[in-house]
């Protein structure tokens, strides 16, 4: 748990868009809203290493979770 919270999840999206080597990343537990959850699915849709994203216990309503789910291939 990092807490990087809203503004940290902007800078994750955009680091989950450019990364070609992640795995794994767990980010339960950081207070991401909803706006972040649609920027990671926007940078998931250029990703393609990532296999295993953990998510839970944030701020993070259906509209969010549905675009993360729909941005994975």
Known sequence: ????????????????RQNRALEEL???RNRLNTSNALAI???LLQNDSLQILKIANNQINCD?????F???K
């Open 41 to 43: 699915a926007q940078g």
């Open 64 to 68: 969010g979770v549905l675009a993360i």
């Open 26 to 28: 767990n980010i339960s």
């Open 1 to 16: 748990m990092n807490r990087f919270g809203p503004e940290g999840g902007k800078a994750l999206a955009e680091c989950i």
């Open 70 to 72: 729909l941005s994975i």
